[in-house]
């Protein structure tokens, strides 16, 4: 049996935890640079906030039912997330992470599988604060139709859910019954090119499309198709896979709260996103053996421009200091004067990990050079367990000479918008809640 467990609205969740006033009231979170809807309570559901809205459109919705607005708080969401996942890693032996809120996981009883998952999700609910739904199927196609069950009860007036928490696709009769009343949209996998196609050919729901001719399927769209359909039937075509899947690239880039047009400013705000990719890196063990750059325009301007460098190393590497040295280059090789810019980034791929470095040909062969590298992996090694035990940012490249950047932190331009940020309560020292008694 497989399970998907998926927090309920796991962004307001998060936000819940430290403020109980937002307990029972309309909530939404804001994407980056406050731009548009991205997680609602039930609340702001029911009073018809759609996921996606803009932000600006809004305003004077948002006023007239005192609905609450936060902007998004990513290093809290993902610490409290990782707090989730190490609970469900110690009690289950399969977990596949499939994202921020979602993890697939098997489970082999037999008979006592409601009683588990209800222990489960009330563990994650007493040790977490997050509330969560699990959905139980032989696949995990339909195990995702089945947690989607318990978020969408009112679409399924007959049936009968026991635990709010827990629904289990049981036997075919339910299952009949489930799939017909979830529309074709909802399938995980079917995006809407795809929907659009089915519905072309007389397929309306999931079980319109178990019954599809399969040999069709695979002639007018290929095997993931067919391997939709085989998985509503009951059939294993996706494991769940205990190990994540590795990495081929690592990309950070943000959009700036403003338009830039000064280098100075955009290369402030790539040093920092070279900073957190090469941390990210270094925390899967890789060692990459290319950079990209990229810098762009907004496509709503009048005057567009993009462009992206690309720098392949001999051998790979996670110091920060050459990522950057290789970085600023590159930037500085697409950088135009004559545009506004809205966003920078960075791309490293090409990875491998340490045993499996390629060492180059033209290197001396010497001791020199290995003590090198290896003072070179020791630093970075170091440089990251400082930033983990006093936070982000304490070991850190400066962004000129005199490491002015962050001594002027508050006025760089290039910050995204984040109004109506809260604390980041688990992840930041000086954001640790306070306890007046």
């Known amino acids: 049996m497989i399970g998907l467990l998926d927090c309920n609205n796991f962004y307001v969740s998060c936000e819940r935890l430290f403020n109980p006033k937002l307990l029972e009231k309309p909530v939404i979170i804001l994407s980056n640079n406050d731009g548009c809807v991205i997680s609602r309570s039930e609340e702001a559901k029911q009073i018809g906030v759609k996921m996606g809205e803009p932000f600006f459109k809004l305003k004077k919705f948002i006023m007239d039912n005192n609905i609450s607005v936060l902007s998004s708080n ?3 969401y993902g610490d409290i997330s990782n707090r989730i996942m190490n609970i469900l890693k110690k009690n289950l032996p399969i977990v596949e992470i499939y994202s921020i809120d979602e993890a697939f996981f098997t489970l082999d009883l037999k008979n006592e599988r409601d009683s588990f998952c209800d222990k489960l999700a009330k563990k994650i609910l007493k040790w977490t604060g997050i509330p969560v739904s699990i959905g139980l199927a032989k696949t995990k196609t339909l195990a995702k139709i089945a947690n989607r069950v318990i978020k969408k009860k009112s679409q399924y007036p007959y049936l009968k859910i026991d635990n709010h928490s827990i629904f289990e696709l049981r036997s075919k009769k339910l299952a009949d019954y489930i799939l017909q009343r979830t529309n074709v949209h909802d399938i995980w996998g079917i995006g809407s090119k795809l929907a659009k196609f089915l519905m072309d050919n007389g397929v309306n729901n999931a079980f319109d499309l178990r019954e599809f001719n399969e040999s069709f399927a695979r002639k007018k ?10 998985e509503l039937k009951g059939v294993i075509c996706n494991e769940v896979e205990k190990e994540s899947a590795k990495k081929k690239s690592i990309c950070v880039s943000r959009s700036f709260g403003v338009k830039l047009n000064a280098y100075e400013d955009i290369r402030s705000a790539l040093i920092v996103y070279v900073q957190k990719a090469s941390s990210k890196m270094r925390d899967y063990n890789l060692f990459c053996k290319s950079i990209s750059i990229f810098l762009k325009t907004s496509n709503y301007q009048e005057k567009k421009y993009k462009n992206t460098k690309t720098y392949s190393f001999l051998e790979g590497t996670n110091d920060v200091r050459l990522i950057w040295n290789i970085s600023e280059k590159l930037l500085k090789g697409i950088y135009l004067s004559n545009f506004l810019y809205s966003k920078v980034g960075v791309i490293l791929s090409d990875f491998c990990d340490y045993k499996n470095i390629q ?13 090198k590298k290896s003072d070179s992996i020791k630093l970075m090694k170091i440089m990251d367990n400082i930033n983990k035990k006093f936070g982000d940012s304490k070991l850190r490249l400066s962004s000129d000479e005199n490491g002015s950047f962050y001594l002027k932190k508050k006025n760089t331009k290039w910050l995204m918008k984040s109004e109506y940020r809260s604390p980041c309560y688990t992840t930041n020292w000086c954001d640790i809640p306070k306890i007046k008694v």
């Open 359 to 371: 060492k180059s040909l033209f290197h001396d062969g010497n001791q020199g050079y290995y003590k």
């Open 74 to 76: 990513y290093s809290f």
């Open 221 to 230: 769209k290929g095997v993931v198709l067919q391997r939709s359909i085989l």
